[in-house]
């Protein structure tokens, strides 16, 4: 079963907020709400959505803080924020700062009246951008290998990190619950190697292909890897790039291999 797109709407006008809400259902889209900014820190948590509706809220300058608390928070900074404003004779009470609004990061930006049927083109617009990207997990047992590869590919409007995992046990589980286009996985880690990760998500999540991205860059591993049905092998010192090409190859379906000469 194909899974519905995850549509996330934040807004203390309950009016407005059911009516969006039944506008999106109605398009076969999995909607939740929130109507404080507290309820919407932890239902975006739990929910992971596709996509954020972020209206006013009161006191003014609390959906501010939410925008900023996502951009700020690396489990929710890659997700595309539409925001809708108050109106200008509301909006110091539930609105946006001047600042605030010319500082955020949003992929859209509107202001009320908006009808909710308005929306929904939009959204399905968006969903389409969203799929197009490239989602990626990153596997390894090292904090700042995961923190400087999130960097890198956060820059990239085509690739999408949906995950991290310390070991091959959790990145077989969060493969088979994330569903990424690519894996990037490390040999040598706790619980379960990343050989023994590469074949069990190679039998079980056909569609996912793993990048091997490790300091053990000899052939021996990279045969092995190849035999386990890993899609390419590029060493850890190789360049940002090289890394990029990587990953944009594989997940077209492209075997990869980085020269073992750098």
Not at 11 to 16: G, I, L, Q, R, T
Not at 75 to 94: C, F, G, H, M, N
């Amino acid at each position: 079963m194909e899974k519905k797109a995850k549509i996330f709407i934040v807004d203390d006008e309950p009016e407005f907020l059911l009516a969006l809400q039944r506008a999106l259902e109605a398009e076969s889209l999995d909607v939740a709400t929130a109507r404080t900014r507290g309820e919407a820190q932890k239902g975006i948590l739990t929910k992971e959505p596709d996509i954020v509706i972020l209206g006013t809220l009161t006191p003014g300058r609390e959906a501010g803080s939410l925008h900023r608390w996502m951009k700020e928070n690396a489990l929710t900074k890659e997700v595309p924020i539409v925001v809708i404003d108050a109106p200008l004779e509301k909006r110091l009470i539930s609105g946006w700062s001047f600042d605030e609004g010319a500082q955020m990061d949003a992929v859209e930006y509107l202001t009320k009246p908006v009808q909710p049927a308005a929306l929904v083109p939009l959204i399905h617009t968006l969903l389409g951008v969203v799929a197009k990207r490239i989602k990626v997990l990153i596997v390894d047992d090292h904090t700042v290998v995961r923190d400087g590869i999130r960097a890198l590919l956060t820059l990239q409007k085509d690739i999408s990190v949906v995950g991290e995992a310390v070991h091959g046990k959790e990145a077989v589980e969060k493969a088979l619950q994330l569903s990424p286009d690519v894996v990037l996985m490390d040999i040598v880690m706790p619980v379960m190697n990343g050989l023994e990760a590469t074949k069990s998500i190679c039998k079980q999540c056909p569609q996912t292909k793993v990048l091997m991205l490790t300091q053990y860059a000899d052939e021996e591993n990279i045969v092995r890897s190849e035999q386990l049905g890993a899609y390419g092998f590029i060493p850890k010192s190789a360049a940002s790039s090289q890394l990029l090409d990587g990953i944009r190859g594989v997940s077209r379906g492209e075997r990869f291999k980085r020269p073992l000469a750098l």
